[in-house]
């Protein structure tokens, strides 16, 4: 890995970050966190692109300030070009492109999704990186997919959701509960002090590798709504039970179709990447399968797994050993294919 020192940025969503990379190792990782949207229990994309534009050049001051770097040192900039919402990314994309022209030097456009699956990369992600072929099961807000990689830029989605993503079923379902948004770490908080096994709730039948959580979501709604008519007190007296059972399921159908690809594909290397991948949950059958599968498991530290410029960093790195860099033509994309 080179010496070269790169600037990440990542404006996918709602978190601006920045973050110096060197070699493999970070030297810093800045995130602002946008605290508007709990009172709209969802993102607003409009108000996501405005805090952008606030928190962009703070952001990249600090990130340059903490890892002891001038301006005159970064090698190259890496950012987000896609998938995400696209005024959020047009911020991004439009200041990287400035500074780059600035001071002279190359540009790299990155993918999200690549990227949170080469966080395993980062120098500090794991004890050790994954070895070629492996499955990334990747879980966030908006995606869901098991992705088998063959080599950094060698993805091939396996297995994808077909309605909703697992993270916006936590979200949904919390909604469902009157929990503040984002629901995913609160029920997962909820979730330790309840009986996994008090409710059953629907799973879905799908033959190949691809996920569904609608049907999980209408499940519990039916549910609520029935005992809600018995007892308007239902959802506060037994919450964390709830909790726990929706935790459960979601995790179950997640690892139900991760534990078939690795069967089928004959694969022992298996990560899994994105923020619902900070979950307890899936992390302790991630280490039971380690276990009773005789797996090898990565399981990414906690700041690499939410959005966060640390990862963008490593990719725009390895694809600055390679030469690869974009021109100032390049623009945003809602939609950004692996």
């Known amino acids: 890995m080179s010496d070269s020192i790169i600037l990440g940025i990542e404006s996918s969503c709602d978190?601006?970050?920045?973050a110096i990379i060197k070699g493999n190792s970070i030297l810093s990782n800045i995130a602002a966190t946008q605290e508007i949207h709990k009172e709209y229990g969802g993102v607003v994309p409009e108000l996501a692109s405005r805090a952008h534009q606030q928190n962009i050049i703070p952001v990249v001051e600090k990130s340059l300030t903490k890892a002891n770097i001038q301006q005159n040192a970064i090698s190259a900039i890496g950012f987000t070009r896609g998938p995400g919402l696209l005024g959020s990314l047009l911020v991004g994309t439009s200041f990287a492109k400035s500074l780059a022209m600035s001071l002279d030097v190359p540009l790299i456009e990155v993918n999200h999704l690549q990227a949170h699956i080469l966080a395993h990369f980062i120098e500090d992600?794991?004890?050790m990186p994954?070895?070629?072929?492996?499955?990334?099961?990747t879980v966030s807000g908006g995606h869901t997919m098991i992705v088998l990689v063959k080599d950094y830029f060698d993805m091939e989605i396996i297995g994808k959701t077909i309605d909703d993503a697992a993270g916006e079923a936590f979200d949904k379902i919390g909604k469902i509960f009157d929990?503040?948004?984002?629901?995913?770490?609160?029920?997962?908080?909820?979730a330790k002090e309840g009986n996994p096994d008090a409710y059953k709730f629907n799973k879905p039948k799908l033959d190949n590798y691809d996920y569904s959580f609608s049907g999980i979501k209408t499940s519990v709604l039916y549910y609520?709504?029935?005992?809600?008519?018995?007892n308007p007190d239902f959802i506060k007296e037994n919450l964390n039970d709830l909790c726990a059972s929706v935790?459960?399921?979601i995790i179950e159908i997640l690892m139900t179709k991760l534990e078939k690809a690795a069967k089928e594909l004959e694969i022992k290397e298996v990560a899994i990447a994105g923020g619902v991948s900070a979950n307890s949950a899936l992390r302790k059958a991630m280490q039971d399968n380690n276990e009773k599968l005789g797996w090898n498991i990565y399981i990414p530290k906690f700041e690499y797994t939410t959005d966060n410029a640390a990862m963008i960093a490593m990719v725009a790195q390895l694809k600055f050993e390679r030469g690869e860099f974009t021109d100032l033509r390049t623009s945003a994309t809602a939609k950004y294919d692996l």
Do not use: H, M, W
């Open 125 to 127: 992600a794991n004890p």
């Open 179 to 190: 929990l503040d948004y984002p629901a995913g770490p609160i029920i997962d908080r909820l």
């Open 247 to 249: 935790q459960r399921t």
């Open 15 to 18: 978190d601006t970050s920045a």
């Open 224 to 230: 609520i709504q029935k005992e809600v008519k018995k």
């Open 130 to 137: 994954p070895k070629f072929p492996f499955l990334c099961l």
